[in-house]
């Protein structure tokens, strides 16, 4: 599992627009209770240089993605990132185009309120619980009218303020701001959510007696409405959030480990194996003792009784141990590359130890390298081989992906003395969407973050999902993509593997 998703936890949306009179501004208005937000700027509609904007305020439940880090649900800082993410809703007024949006951190706490109104803006709090755009809660007003943000003045801020360009006004919003929540967990500032509204140079131009401030380089044009699904929204995949991302895999080479060839540059001669410490089930770290290191060696042995024989092998290094390293609970791994003898062996043992202790012992079949007179293009067969038919909400499942040429030819030897080995594939992402319209509720996450990739051991391919990113009581269906070297692509294979939901309340 390399996604997980925090949603909103209190959002509003504040004005200082018209009402219908147009004369009275409805900056007591509240809005914490709609299903959508929106920010907007109109200028120019109730007289000469008028101005009426509109800003969105949301906030997250940090202390939970501080919880799951202590409980190491997600991993540390610098090896996870934060997206903001918020959902375009449709609606049948106009759609400004070719603006941008500003993500700035609240300075101040603020109330969510219970108003509904994004019309007539008639649900003022009146001394309520709410925040409006001149007051933050029922007792503290704002600093500056429409609300108090981090500012760019400030040098130690400059990292918590983020922006998006809108083409046509109904992309989604999707926005890193790890930088904030990264200080937000650490406390080094305070968890006001955020504020999102249009740039100053898109908001309305404004003179210097403007309640709000001065806005001399506004625009002279509307920017008229861009509105988002808050977290009341109906539609559970709409709702804001904040992703954490961070690619989890694992690629142990042991079932594809391949001697050393000039054929191959230096790094894809190196094989990473791993040695996973299982005691009573559970993964625990080794009890080394002192300071020293976790060793690995290579030896050749007797495929009949698994055992390693003679003298340690000669590695790429001139050496005959390589230092294995800590990755997680109770797992370790090393790099090894060893060029194979005049006669290749078929079998090579890997010894873990530490000094004078030794700690497990593996095998492997090494291949060899060799070159090709024919572009290979395969085509493969999958199977998710652990598939059931339904999941509770509340559950991670681990899914072991089968893979193989689908045009392998096997002789009747091979047939009667073996099962078919499973194809580790090296890039490999999957995404999820839900059966009922084709709705894609997981995308493949093959950018920097690379979040849904797979891992892949001896057994093949593999990867954790948690099903509580689905919304109960629908059917839904995996897809894979695999890399395509050649075409330097992603290749979306043919097989869909359905599966159901549900949230059982017992």
Do not use: C
């Not at 009218?145 to 999707?174: C, M, N, P, R």
């Not at 506004?218 to 539609?235: H, P």
């Not at 141990?321 to 062996?345: C, D, E, H, K, M």
Request: proline share 3%.
């Amino acid at each position: 599992m390399a996604l997980k998703k925090y949603k909103a936890d209190a959002d509003t949306t504040i004005v200082n627009a018209y009402q219908s009179d147009m004369q009275t501004r409805g900056t007591g208005a509240n809005a914490g209770e709609a299903d959508v937000m929106e920010t907007f700027s109109i200028y120019g509609r109730q007289s000469s240089g008028s101005s009426e904007l509109s800003r969105i305020l949301i906030k997250f439940p940090v202390t939970s993605i501080t919880t799951d880090r202590t409980n190491s649900v997600i991993p540390a800082s610098g090896s996870v990132s934060f997206y903001l993410r918020m959902f375009n809703a449709q609606h049948s007024k106009t759609v400004p185009r070719d603006f941008k949006l500003i993500v700035s951190a609240i300075s101040r706490s603020w109330q969510e309120g219970v108003g509904l109104d994004l019309e007539q803006y008639t649900d003022l709090t009146k001394g309520n619980s709410g925040a409006n755009w001149v007051s933050a809660s029922s007792t503290t007003s704002w600093t500056s009218q429409g609300g108090d943000y981090k500012t760019s003045s400030h040098a130690s801020d400059s990292d918590v303020i983020y922006s998006q360009t809108f083409s046509t006004g109904l992309e989604d919003l999707e926005i890193d701001v790890s930088d904030i929540v990264e200080k937000w967990i650490a406390g080094t500032i305070g968890n006001y959510g955020f504020g999102v509204f249009l740039s100053s140079s898109y908001e309305a131009y404004t003179g210097s007696s403007a309640p709000q401030g001065a806005n001399l380089t506004g625009a002279k044009k509307s920017y008229y409405t861009k509105r988002f699904f808050a977290r009341g929204s109906q539609y559970f995949f709409r709702r804001p959030v904040i992703e954490a991302r961070w690619d989890d895999s694992t690629r142990d080479n042991r079932g594809d480990f391949y001697y050393s060839s000039s054929l191959a540059p230096a790094a894809d001669n190196l094989n990473k194996i791993y040695l996973y410490n299982y005691i009573r089930g559970r993964l625990r770290n080794i009890p080394r003792v002192g300071t020293n290191p976790i060793l690995v060696s290579l030896y050749s042995g007797s495929s009949d009784n698994s055992v390693p024989s003679g003298s340690k092998l000669t590695l790429y290094d001139s050496k005959n141990n390589v230092t294995g390293g800590w990755v997680s609970t109770g797992i370790y791994s090393a790099s090894v590359a060893i060029t194979a003898a005049a006669t290749p062996l078929t079998t090579l043992y890997d010894v873990w130890h530490s000094a004078s202790v030794q700690y497990s012992t593996g095998s492997i079949l090494p291949k060899t390298i060799s070159g090709g007179n024919t572009v290979a293009k395969p085509i493969y067969y999958l199977k998710i081989t652990n598939l059931r038919n339904k999941y509770r909400s509340n559950e991670t499942a681990r899914l072991n992906l089968y893979v193989r040429n689908k045009y392998w030819s096997p002789n009747i030897y091979t047939v009667a003395n073996s099962s078919v080995a499973t194809t580790s594939i090296q890039s490999a992402s999957y995404r999820v969407y839900r059966e009922l319209d084709a709705y894609t509720a997981i995308p493949y996450g093959t950018g920097s973050d690379l979040h849904t990739v797979l891992s892949y051991d001896v057994s093949g391919n593999y990867f954790d999902f948690d099903m509580s990113l689905l919304e109960p009581g629908y059917a839904y269906a995996f897809k894979f993509a695999f890399y395509d070297t050649e075409l330097q692509a992603w290749t979306e294979q043919n097989e869909a593997f359905k599966f159901r939901v549900e949230d059982y309340e017992y």
